[in-house]
């Protein structure tokens, strides 16, 4: 079956502090994986996409990995900001813009 | 460019009415979607168009649920007679297989919230 799992289900940091999300994915054939964000209230926007062969992407203080192998994604924020406070999906594409599989999403909470 | 339009924004009705949601997709997309998602869990595809033909309905509760995209533009999602556990944010995306510079991502639409009592 194909899923998406994401942890830890909810995170609170403090405001300059790092943090990294988790995704693993049961999913062939695998095209693709995006991470997203998603402000309260709002449709989720794309942060990254990586391929098969791409192993890491950054975005402005936005990171993410992929091993391919393990079938594993990570996302790594930097130095947060109160603005970062979202809900983070990762999207795995099975195959070109047909089928995608959404994870639960994590709860970032970034105090001051 | 203008983004994915929803309205709605936020509906409340009884259990038992009917209700309709709207969603215009941006210009020149050809795929549309349509999302259900319960507080606290990821998005959950309802049904899938390309132009305006249905590619994926099989979690479309189709007793009480139904869509259509007529012209292959604009979409309605209507839910007669709905439910408590209808009570979810409605996400409306569009995308384009051509668009090389995107690959497939989706744009989202703001969402529609809809409370059913």
């Known amino acids: 079956k194909n899923q998406v799992e994401q942890s830890p289900q909810s995170l609170i940091i403090l405001e300059g502090k790092n943090c990294t999300l988790q995704?693993?994915?049961?999913?062939?054939?695998?095209?693709?994986l995006r991470w997203y964000k998603q402000d309260t209230g709002r449709g989720p926007v794309s942060l990254t996409i990586?391929?098969?062969?791409?192993n890491t992407k950054s975005n402005g203080r936005y990171t993410a990995t992929l091993d391919a192998d393990t079938k594993q994604s990570s996302l790594h924020i930097t130095a947060s900001q109160l603005s970062d406070s979202a809900s983070y999906i990762c999207?795995?594409?099975?195959?070109?813009?047909?089928?995608?599989?959404f994870g639960p999403g994590t709860r970032l909470s970034v105090l001051p | 460019e203008a983004g994915v339009a929803q309205s709605p924004r936020y509906k409340i009705i009884e259990k038992r009415q009917s209700v309709a949601f709207w969603c215009n997709p941006i210009?020149?997309?050809?795929?549309l979607y349509w999302y259900q998602q319960i507080l606290g869990q990821g998005p959950k595809l309802l049904i899938q168009?390309?132009?305006?033909?249905?590619?994926?309905d099989s979690q479309l509760p189709k007793d009480r649920f139904s869509a259509e995209r007529l012209k292959g533009v604009d979409s309605t999602l209507k839910i007669q007679p709905a439910k408590l556990e209808d009570s979810a944010v409605y996400l409306c995306?569009?995308?384009?297989?051509?668009?090389?510079?995107?690959?497939?991502?989706?744009?989202f639409g703001p969402g529609t919230r809809l409370t059913v009592l």
């Open positions: 995306a569009s995308s384009s297989p051509f668009d090389i510079s995107h690959n497939d991502e989706q744009f």
């Open positions: 995704c693993n994915y049961t999913v062939s054939p695998f095209s693709n």
């Open positions: 210009s020149g997309h050809a795929t």
């Open positions: 168009f390309q132009n305006n033909g249905v590619v994926d």
């Open positions: 999207v795995v594409s099975l195959d070109y813009g047909q089928n995608f599989v």
């Open positions: 990586m391929t098969f062969s791409e």
